[in-house]
């Protein structure tokens, strides 16, 4: 199952002072910049799991799914490099647990994603979403960055305020 996520709503590029270790893929690569993302979504493949759900990818990388969404219709994710948004499709691939996804799966998966016809969303989207994310921002930390997303998640999941709360008290 490869599926199109409905929308790029929102888009903003980010930077972190002090990287951290994404595990959100096999490698782990380390974080430094990339982008914040809000992705309108099938919210059924979204619906929470206890076993490998679909995978999110943004062109040659995972996302982490930072909310469930699954009420909402709604994903903030967090692009862990600054790829070209308006060249990189995004979709829900093949469900697996994203930390045993490496650069392999992720081939694998672009191939899958090509043959259902899914494409990126073109610069007009890309530039409206960006619009919508506003300037580039810069984050001490990956604690300062998730207690961020709790603006976010209320804005656009405000179904999981729980967790935007908990986001709010990292660190505190």
């Not at 259902?116 to 810069?138: M, P, Q, Y």
């Amino acid at each position: 199952m490869t599926r199109s996520v409905a929308a790029l709503i929102y888009a903003r590029p980010f930077t972190l002072e002090e990287g951290y270790e994404f595990s959100w893929r096999a490698e782990h690569p380390t974080v430094v910049e990339g982008y914040i993302l809000v992705l309108k979504v099938d919210r059924d493949l979204v619906y929470p799991r206890q076993v490998a759900e679909p995978v999110l990818y943004v062109g040659d990388q995972t996302a982490e799914r930072v909310n469930i969404g699954y009420k909402s219709g709604h994903v903030i994710a967090i692009v862990p490099e600054k790829v070209d948004l308006s060249k990189a499709a995004i979709w829900l691939g093949t469900p697996e647990l994203p930390e045993r996804v490496d650069a392999e799966t992720i081939s694998a998966e672009q191939a899958k994603a090509a043959a259902a016809g899914i494409e990126a969303f073109g610069s007009k989207a890309v530039d409206a979403s960006l619009r919508a994310g506003g300037e580039a921002v810069s984050f001490a930390d990956h604690n300062e960055m998730l207690r961020h997303l709790a603006t976010l998640i209320t804005r656009y999941a405000p179904d999981e305020k729980v967790l935007a709360d908990s986001f709010l008290m990292i660190g505190q």
